[in-house]
């Protein structure tokens, strides 16, 4: 038997493995001195899906019922900045309660066609929501929730505190919620808005999403300025826009729980001639059969 053939591949087997191992020493020795390649930190936070669902979930306590003031209104229309500072007046005396809207159709149009040079603050959605409350011989008006008081929907000022007085002590069946954020490389904000029923539904309601901006320096008709006009009257509240339907779009269709949600997520971009951080949006729910307002809140746009 040859012994030195045994001998030889004894000798090859232990070669072999020690240069395996010299190999695994080198690879492990590499993965050690070699910088670990780290994922990318992410700084902003993940968007969101845009949403516009309905669900069920828990019933919430209900939010107080807030009311909705229209202040409806014109530029050549010298007693409207009267009727503006009582919708001033009664928003500050019930802090948090009232929310006004300032209508400027486009009639009559003696007494809302645009002056000469300076912003046109009539617009069509102003005009159909303030027709589709009656007829608008003149102005100023009002309109407290869209509810009939003294056989109209739209009122003369006087109306205006005792109508606002009688909504206040009202309960509302929706809690509403509205949050902006504002994207400033985008120049437009995400505006998520919802709706919770505090208690069991039976009728249909719709909501309007409308844009307002206030400190809009326009020419104004005012009986209490000298010569009659003021050139660079701050309005207040200005409806600018609707998202969607003038008349509003459908929280609900058929009787519904206490907990159900409506939600609604989209973009918002202020048109070049608005001031984003004057701007708010306002949104408001009505009844659809009545037409009155159940609840309206508003957000900052920016």
Not at 223 to 230: E, L, N, R, S, T
Request: hydrophobic content about 40%; glycine content about 8%.
């Amino acid at each position: 038997m040859n012994f030195g053939y045994f001998r030889g591949m004894r000798l090859n087997k232990s070669n072999g493995f020690l240069a395996a191992m010299g190999v695994l020493m080198i690879a492990i020795v590499g993965l050690v001195s070699c910088d670990e390649e780290l994922p990318p930190v992410i700084m902003t936070e993940e968007e969101k899906p845009l949403l516009d669902t309905f669900y069920v979930g828990s019933v919430p306590a209900a939010s107080p019922k807030k009311v909705l003031l229209f202040d409806v209104t014109g530029v050549r229309c010298n007693n409207c900045p009267k009727a503006a500072a009582l919708a001033k007046n009664l928003a500050s005396a019930n802090s948090g309660r009232i929310e006004v809207v300032a209508l400027y159709p486009k009639t009559p149009m003696s007494l809302t066609y645009p002056w000469a040079g300076f912003d046109t603050m009539s617009t069509v959605e102003a005009d159909q929501i303030a027709t589709a409350m009656g007829g608008i011989t003149s102005l100023p008006l009002g309109s407290v929730d869209q509810v009939s008081y003294n056989g109209s929907k739209l009122l003369n000022t006087s109306d205006w505190g005792a109508a606002v007085t009688a909504q206040l002590t009202k309960t509302s069946p929706f809690n509403l919620e509205i949050k902006s954020t504002w994207k400033p490389t985008e120049g437009r904000a995400r505006v998520e808005v919802k709706a919770t029923a505090n208690t069991a539904i039976t009728a249909n309601y719709k909501w309007v999403m409308a844009i307002t901006e206030s400190g809009v320096k326009s020419k104004q008709s005012d009986q209490d300025a000298p010569g009659g006009v003021v050139e660079d009257y701050e309005h207040e509240h200005a409806l600018r826009g609707v998202v969607g339907s003038t008349l509003g779009t459908d929280v609900n269709t058929a009787a519904v729980s206490a907990g159900f949600v409506r939600e609604k997520h989209f973009y918002l971009a202020p048109k070049a001639k608005w001031n984003a951080a004057n701007c708010d949006v306002v949104v408001w729910i009505y009844d659809t059969n009545t037409k009155e307002v159940v609840q309206v809140n508003h957000v900052a746009l920016k």
